[in-house]
């Protein structure tokens, strides 16, 4: 996918997504000549197709999890299908060098809870290394809207 | 209106959206994950009802009482069994660092399928817009098909068994992340019907040049448990005229055996392999198979 300034004749570079929550999709593209910025707007039936590749426009900051969109798609997962051997730590972040370590607020604890066994661990996981890869030492719900819209957490 | 300006191929410059760079990484993952894999070879029928989960389950502990290291994974993500009939836990698969660590069997059989994940009795589905899934429903499906593959932490395998659900779509999707796939067993009963249908998913894997390495004429009569005499179940003969037909060894006729199931489900594979004529037919074509991988 590659969009061009036809008055600039410039190839434009992706700026940033972001997923309001109703299963739509926004990807922000600017030139780099006149400076300026379009949007690409997907209906749910659009960005549900993007997403069922497995893959994210713009790409993520922070790594796949194992069985990711199987985890996070999965409608009647087994609670107990899956036990994290070792929930936070990511070994992709681990190797840049000792991490800060980051705590939950009791407001960002109580959300999580609300997420589905099945896929909590993950969801866990991606949360934190977010907040590493960010310089984050708190998480709080804040954070974690701010994750779910630049990493296209929808639904978690 | 004209269109005129430069192409997506005109345009040089790496493409930020980053598409094609994860797709190509998601083939990278794949290929790494299943370096240590000696064969890969699916089981396929085209046709429903014929016995192939149960078969491929027998098939896997078969190879593995020979001691080789064996995975199953399983394809069939709507209707998913071969966690069942490898009679395996279905419950607290370790998510590593690296992936996700398959069931094991008692048999030794490493076992990835949808079954280990849905609660019992829930259909496949997946979170989506309130219509149109069927333009996305195919690529989800490929996506966690690729998933099973790249991670599932298999390790070291002397054969992974995909057991491919009826259709051929499943096994293009797995062709297309596994181009060097080693072979294709194919599984039929002995009607017309299955013949017709199972021909077709030949020919399909054919055209594709997946080598066939043998037709198996499942449910081939019926053992009675108590005189021992095999009796007609089907009328026809698909495993002799598909094998002919697609110059492939039949590599055997398995009779049906009301006890198979019960014994695979509740860990007997073992008894199964040992005390039953379609164990007995079912370790053979085992032997053919590894002999036809190497």
Known sequence: MKFLCVECDEQMIFEQRQLPGDGTLAAAFRCPECGRIVAMLTNPMETQLVSSLGIKIGGSEVPGQPLELVRSSVVGGREDAFVEEQPDISPALDRTGPSPSVVWSLAAVERLEGVPRFVRGMVKRIYTDYAKENGITEITTDVMDRARSDLGLEGM | ?294
């Open chain 2, 1 to 294: 209106m004209t269109i005129d300006h430069r192409t997506y191929a005109d345009l040089t410059a790496p493409d930020t959206s980053r598409m094609v760079e994860q797709v190509t990484a998601q083939h990278a993952r794949v290929a790494a994950r299943l370096a240590g894999v000696k064969a890969c070879v699916a089981v396929m029928s085209g046709k429903g009802g014929v016995g192939k989960s149960l078969a491929t389950a027998v098939l896997a502990a078969a190879a593995a009482r020979r001691g080789l290291e064996v995975g199953l994974l399983d394809a069939d993500l709507v209707g998913p069994s071969a966690a069942r009939m490898s009679g395996v836990d279905p419950s607290g698969l370790v998510v590593s660092e690296d992936g996700v660590r398959p069931a094991v069997s008692d048999a030794g059989v490493r076992v990835m399928s949808m079954d280990l994940l849905l609660d019992q009795g829930a259909p496949l589905a997946w979170r989506e817009p309130a219509s149109e899934s069927f333009v996305w429903r195919g690529a989800q499906e490929r996506s966690a098909l690729r998933e099973f593959l790249a991670d599932v932490e298999w390790g070291g395998l002397d054969l992974l068994l995909v057991d491919l659900p009826p259709g051929t779509q499943r096994l293009i999707d797995l062709h297309e992340l596994v181009p060097n796939l080693d072979g294709l067993v194919v599984l039929t009963i002995p009607s017309g019907a299955s013949e017709a249908a199972v021909a077709r998913s030949m020919r399909m894997a054919r055209e594709r040049e997946v080598p066939i390495l043998g037709v198996v004429e499942n449910m081939s009569g019926y053992a009675c448990p108590d005189c021992g005499e095999t009796r007609s179940l089907f009328p026809g003969d698909a495993g002799t005229r598909l094998a002919e037909r697609h110059k492939a060894p039949l590599l055997g006729r398995v009779p049906f055996d009301p006890r198979a199931a019960d014994l695979a489900e509740s860990g007997g594979l073992s008894v199964l392999l040992d005390d039953t004529a379609a164990g007995r037919v079912l370790d053979a074509v085992a032997g053919a198979i590894i002999e036809g991988v190497r």
